[in-house]
């Protein structure tokens, strides 16, 4: 069990540095999007959505592992980028605070 916990917490260091490298794609998009209301493109969501399930088919993982791991993941990320989006585009006052 220890040798599994192991290789569990092994890959888990691994998600967390490529998730952390999938943040900053996100700032980026978050400081260059010109509007709001460009930061949730439903189309887009089911686009990674239907690009990972085709992925995931072929590595073996589980779709009902895989769609609402990303759908979250995504969700959290939109929020994250319209924080960025928003700091990106206030008022220079308010970025000096």
Do not use: N, T
């Amino acid at each position: 069990m220890d040798e599994l916990r192991e290789g569990i917490d092994r890959l888990d260091r691994i998600l967390v540095r490529l998730i952390a490298e999938r943040q900053g794609y996100i700032e980026a998009a978050g400081r260059i999007k010109p509007r709001k209301d460009d930061v949730r493109l439903e189309w887009r969501i089911e686009d990674v959505v239907a690009k990972v399930l085709a992925e995931a088919e072929k590595q073996g993982l589980s779709k009902r592992i895989a769609e609402p791991v990303w759908r979250e993941m995504i969700d959290r990320c939109i929020a994250h980028e319209h924080e960025i989006w928003a700091f990106e585009h206030a008022p220079a006052v308010i970025k000096k605070s």
